[in-house]
């Protein structure tokens, strides 16, 4: 199979996969008989060939999307335009926390919020597949640790925690950890994966300067 069969059967896999696209999902394609360095520069070929155009093919923490640009969302939203609830400042303000000081007890989201943590809040994060409980710390009560998960950045169009808008400030309050997911609020309220051009909001704000970098867990990669 020559290079430009092999990208339209590429191309072809992204528009009807319902979910990001892992490298390893891609090799299966070929059953193996093409490389991840030849699968990479492929991917790069279709993003060029995308661009200018309504949708743009993205690397996500789970794999590749192909999916419409910010910019689509007006007219995207005229075929849906049910809103769905929006999340309270209580859940966002939970997210952001777990999001940025990961992995946390609720009893560390609790001294930042200054109030306790509701056990439906938590829940409701878990259930929506933002949020789980990665290990447990070693202390009294050995509470879970919570982190973010693949599905919370692939709802965000991230890739990896690294792309999360940086803090201005060291110590942070939970206002402004909040404030910094305000930009992609709507995006996880109206999460939907079901299409593979699911709409994206506006890019995240740029980095503040002089600001923090956030100290975020390595992530896998696309493999």
């Known amino acids: ?30 059953a193996d008989a093409v490389g991840a360095d030849t699968l990479r520069s492929l991917l790069d070929e279709l993003t060029r060939e995308w661009e ?3 949708v743009e093919l993205v690397a ?21 335009p049910e809103k769905p609830p929006k999340y309270s400042r209580a859940v966002m303000e939970t ?7 990961q992995p946390v007890t609720r009893g560390d989201i609790e001294d930042v919020r200054g109030v306790a943590v509701a056990s439906q809040i938590v829940k409701q994060l878990e259930d929506r597949g933002w949020v789980e409980a990665i290990g447990y710390r070693e202390s009294p009560g050995r509470p879970a640790l919570l982190a973010t998960t693949k599905q919370f950045l692939d709802d965000l169009g991230l890739a990896s925690l690294e792309q999360l808008p940086l803090l201005a400030g060291p110590t942070p309050n939970a206002d402004a950890l909040a404030d910094a997911l305000d930009e992609q609020a709507s995006l996880l309220e109206s999460a939907d994966l079901s299409s593979p051009f ?8 740029a980095p503040l300067p002089d600001s923090p970098a956030v100290q975020a867990a390595p992530m896998e990669s696309h493999e």
């Not at 789970?62 to 969302?73: C, D, F, I, V, Y």
């Open 198 to 205: 699911a709409p994206l909001p506006a890019p995240l704000p």
């Open 1 to 30: 199979m020559n290079s430009q069969d092999a990208k339209r059967v590429l191309e072809t896999a992204l528009i009807c996969a319902s979910q990001p696209l892992p490298l390893r999902d891609m090799r299966v394609l070929f």
């Open 52 to 54: 200018g155009r309504g």
């Open 60 to 80: 996500l923490a789970t794999g590749w999307r192909l999916q419409s640009r910010p910019e689509m969302r007006e007219y995207l939203d005229r075929l849906n």
């Open 95 to 101: 997210l952001a926390i777990i999001a940025y000081r």
